[in-house]
């Protein structure tokens, strides 16, 4: 069984910082993709960033610049430091760890972590 445990969701100013992290427990083997996910009201869940087990990183247009991604291996735990802040960043992040590959891929997702900017 795997646990995704998501924290640093919180309220904010524009402008502000958050880091949310992401640990990884259970029997997890061979991670190829930790990533972060959002979904604000209305809208579908978008991928905001991951990093890919060759050490490439992805990012949505909106947040390059703003956003870092980062993962300690060791750890199964991915960081993503968001800063300058805008409203439209408000959402629920939700974590995601994908392993293997083929017919051996799964996808795991954490509970969400909400994420408010507001002045």
């Known amino acids: 069984q795997v646990q995704l445990v998501e924290s640093g969701g919180d309220l904010v100013q524009p402008g502000g910082s958050l880091r949310l992290s992401c640990a990884a427990s259970?029997?997890?083997?061979?991670?190829?993709?930790m990533g972060w996910h959002r979904q604000a009201p209305g809208k579908q869940r978008e991928m905001v960033a991951a990093s890919i087990f060759d050490g490439s990183t992805y990012y949505v247009d909106s947040v390059k610049g703003r956003f870092t991604i980062s993962r300690d291996s060791a750890k199964n735990t991915v960081y993503l430091q968001m800063n300058n802040l805008k409203p439209e960043d408000t959402a629920v992040y939700y974590c995601n760890v994908q392993t293997g590959r083929g017919r051996s891929h799964d996808s795991y997702w954490g509970q969400g972590t909400q994420v408010t900017i507001s002045s």
């Open positions: 259970g029997s997890i083997f061979d991670i190829t993709v």
